[in-house]
């Protein structure tokens, strides 16, 4: 299997690899020529919540991943246009369908001086999959290694991991299956490094200022927990010359107004999110510092398949015929994203987007169809649903909305249940919901983590939907070594999932924030959201 | 009195045991858990963890291993916070939460009774209706709608004041969330006390005393103020403890680090030692603070011994 896929397979890696080499030389802070830099490179960014931990081995949330990409640099990263580009490892190669090579950078130390080496990431990867750690997320990335999912569930042992250092520069990966995208994964926090001597030394007290070694861009200065984490540029870093900020404050601020309230007041340079209601108002009050670039991620509402109502793909059908999208973006939501009718957001890899036919009928076409569907199901107007959702006005209003149009268009009642979040997910996965409200956003860019909503008996598929033919193509599309044939054939996957209806798309997640005019790197076009402080720089003001 | 001291310590430690027994079999009730999460926690992950804080046992064998390690001081390993223990979380939490509480309660209680004494000795004056003014406004508005407006005169308009934020006790950080709380606690203690003081200004005792010819700052200082201070200590505690454990809005508002975040947070994050570890924390300072009330009372009543 592996010579027969050679030679296309060697072409698309050597365009990659021209790519990540490429990327090497430019890959830090891309200031334009004629900037003049403020003296002081200092930021303050609000990131949204206290991280749960800044041990790679145990971090789940956004948050927690975005500081930890500062402080520990994995095999690659994700640069602000959400690119992915070398980290501690200067190049890789895959030599069959499922062993890579990377080779780390010679000048790849930790901040106490000791040089980081492959080893460091066999013992770090083990460490993150061992049942003894105890990683609430560890099965979402131990998936892709040879032998990940066996380890976690402690069925063999940690030595067993398909990760291997053939020397101190060399680290050889095996994955379970083909994983194309694999440089992908290994950008992932979670697949950072961590030091042994420090980690056993310390045990959780490890990540604590005084502590800690790392060996990404940045230094842990100070942690005061639901407060601030700052971190310090590291002079030992071997990019350090292309860092341009010195220290950078991680605010944790959840509540939005109180977020907005440290922007205008000048305490804060970088907003986490706009409150919800209040992006219009912001926009013409801040048109220079407003900024609303698209997400890889999906609002949709999740529909339980084995419902007896829901069972039938026509009742379901006309659920999501009939929501409006327009007037959902436009006038509900109203803070910029865009309407969706597949599952593939606009910008991630791998896969086109798709589209229902009936997307461009006009709305009277789509209610009448709907209606036709609902009535050959034998479903009544009256007839009940049930819609949970978790407690915020956001999505309050949504599905408000979404009620009005199912009763408006089609007659049917919607009982609305508002639950916490923990109830909600729990509810979900036990498949106790009819309708419930979702969202998915990717840790890495590729359509397999989008199509694992709809793939058959997939831990995140709380619809319980299945359709055999689109799980096959996605295994054929994941085998493929040519990206085009890949790309066709997951989207093609995509599409025949979605004509089960197993969901109702709604929109693209987008991240309005404010950001001070003087910040510099800043990309709408980063559709990851991710941002290292080493692409960001201060200009003078 | 120090019999009576050791007995009410003493009781402690049921009214301690019954609550956490309570809040204990509540959060087990509660639906969702503290694994949770948008994807599922596989079943081998799930049994590490559960394994790991001792959820596989049964409840009564969780609860008694809780015990057996509260009993030593330890409130155990946070959920949700891998790199923090909960005695960690506390230990960073409480001292914020003493010093915007507690500086707000001292300086409303002194403010308190002061403005409370003029407004009832110069009842229906000027003064008395500006003190009521202010009391009632500060009854009324609730914290989430003078906080902003705090923020909104004293660091967006005026940038005097950062509008929120904390680094490690500086005071300008500190300033706006005392003053909110302050503001707050001011309005009830005032009301109260001007209230308690017009009414023992006509008590026959006081007549008596002035009739003697006793100076009026005699008269109150000396015979009408401890009396009057009754159901003031009667409501200082009940305010403290919410100042010090419950300062929720305030805490978010101006992002401080303190004890409401942590219960907030826990509850939502089903972080069932964090929970418990803060629920233990609040009974035994009311339980304290309930304790010292009850002092005061024989302090300043003569007719109450213990």
Known sequence: MTTRHKPSLARALATFAAAAAAGAAVHAAVIPPGTALAARQEMVRNNGSEPESLDPAYIESVPAAEIDRDLFEGLTATDHHSNVVPGVAESWKQVDSTTWVFKLRKNAIWSNGTPVTAEDFVYSWRRFLDPKTAAKIATTYAVYLANGMEVVNGKKPVTALGVRAIDAQTLEVRTAGAVPFLPAVVSVAQYGPQPKAVVEKYGKDWTKPGNIVSNGAYVLKDWQVNSKVVVEKNPAYWDAANVQLTRVTFLCVEDGNADLKLYQSGEEDYLYQIPPGAFNALKAQYPKEIHNGPLLGLRFYALNNDDPLLKDVRVRKALSMVIDRQILSEKVTADGQAPLYGLAVKGLGAIQQTRYDWADWPMDKRVAEARKLLAEAGVKPGTKLRFTYNNSDYHKKMAIFAASEWKTKLGLDTEMDSLEFKVLIRKRHDGDYQIARHGWVVTFNDATLFLALVQCGSEVNDQRSCNKQADELIVQGNAATDPARREALLTQAAKLAMDDYPIIPLLQYSVPRLIKPWVGGYDEANGMDRYRSKDFYIVKH | ?306
């Open chain 2, 1 to 306: 009195m120090w019999a009576y001291v050791v007995r009410r310590l003493l009781v402690t430690i049921p009214t301690v045991l019954a609550v956490v027994t309570l809040c204990y079999v509540l959060l087990h009730l509660t639906p969702g858990g503290p694994f949770d999460a948008e994807r599922k926690v596989s079943d081998a992950v799930l049994a590490n963890l559960q394994a790991k804080y001792h959820l596989d046992l049964p409840l009564w064998k969780q609860y008694l291993y809780y015990l057996r390690d509260l009993l030593h001081g330890d409130l155990g390993a946070s959920f949700r916070y891998a790199d923090w223990s909960v005695n960690d979380l506390v230990a960073r939490a409480l001292p914020v939460s003493l010093a915007i509480g507690g500086t707000a309660m001292v300086v409303a209680v002194g403010l308190g009774v002061a403005l409370g004494i003029a407004a009832a000795l110069r009842q229906n004056s000027a003064v008395d209706v500006g003190v009521m003014l202010l009391a009632n406004i500060g009854s009324v508005l609730p914290s989430f709608v003078l906080g902003p407006v705090l923020v909104l005169v004293f660091a967006i308009l005026l940038p005097w004041l950062p509008s929120g934020g904390w680094d490690d006790f500086a005071p300008r950080y500190m300033i706006l969330p005392i003053a909110l709380l302050t503001l707050i606690n001011v309005a009830t203690i005032g009301r109260i006390m001007r209230g308690s003081l017009i009414e023992v200004l006509g008590s026959n005792f006081i007549r008596t005393a002035r009739a003697k010819g006793l100076p009026t700052r005699v008269v109150v200082m000396r015979h009408a103020l401890r009396p009057a201070l009754l159901p003031v200590v009667s409501v200082i505690g009940p305010l403290a403890i919410s100042s010090i454990t419950s300062a929720i809005v305030t805490e978010s508002w101006f992002s401080i680090p303190g004890l409401g975040k942590l219960i907030v947070n826990g509850a939502s994050d089903r972080d069932y030692t964090l929970v418990l570890g803060l629920v233990v924390l609040v009974t035994v300072l009311a339980v304290l603070l309930n304790l010292l009330v009850d002092l005061a009372y024989a302090w300043l009543d003569p007719k109450i011994r213990y």
